[in-house]
């Protein structure tokens, strides 16, 4: 059993804490120190406007579930959004591309803005963190939100047919690509830095008799 002087100590030692904590010098956080983070900005959210209709990745938006969207990064990569003028945060799944206004860094859904306090103000200073990457390793590249466009020739279910496909095609390749649980082998033409590069190149293949649709590349 502990002397009264033990407990003393003790009772000592921690008013010292609740001193220091208070003064700001013993550091307080609710996000783990080692989780990185891979940027900061402007973060705004969508509704009932998109409410029911397809995601990028093609599931429905549901605008209840804690969600958002990203420009670059890859679909299904979690990520811890803070907001920086009130400290509170949110975890939130990317399965849609976004936002395409000004210098914005993020879109989250309704129910993401409302846990971090941002329905009324619109838009938030942000910070993200990564916990969880998605279909595909977080880079350099993918963080930057500096899109990249394609154009997409086919989608088939068997390797094979792809590449037969991409063979009779100068300039074309296969992709693999993962939608939820199921894979397809993608035929994609040319990597172009705007959008209206790859509508050229689409164009130039429609004469020769080839339809394809111009697509954000999945970095």
């Known amino acids: 059993m502990p002397t009264v002087s033990r407990l003393s100590q003790l009772a000592v030692l921690f008013l ?7 003064c700001g010098i013993v550091k307080r956080t609710s996000l783990d120190d080692d989780m990185r983070i891979l940027d900061t900005g402007i973060a705004s959210w969508y509704g009932s406007k998109f409410h029911g209709r397809p995601t990028a990745n093609g599931e429905t938006y549901n605008m209840n579930d804690l969600t958002a969207a990203h420009r670059t990064l890859p679909f299904n990569t979690m990520l811890r959004v803070e907001n920086l003028d009130n400290g509170k945060s949110v975890v939130v799944r990317i399965n849609d591309r976004g936002p395409y206004v000004g210098n914005r860094i993020i879109d989250l859904s309704r129910k993401s803005a409302r846990e971090i306090d941002m329905i009324g103000t619109g838009t938030a200073r942000v910070a993200l963190y990564l916990i969880r990457e998605g279909d595909r390793p977080v880079t350099s590249q993918n963080v930057s939100s500096m899109e990249t466009f394609t154009v997409q020739i086919a989608s088939f279910n068997r390797e094979p ?19 939820g649980s199921n894979i397809v082998y993608r035929v994609y033409y040319g990597t172009y830095r705007n959008v209206n590069e790859a509508r050229t190149a689409r164009d130039r293949l429609a004469q020769d008799g080839i339809n394809g649709f111009v697509k954000q590349m999945e970095n």
Not at 16 to 22: A, D, G, P, Q, T
Not at 162 to 178: F, L, Y
């Open 16 to 22: 010292i804490m609740v001193f220091l904590s208070s």
């Open 161 to 179: 047919d792809a590449k037969r496909q991409s063979e009779s095609i100068p300039g074309s390749r296969v992709e693999k690509v993962t939608i």
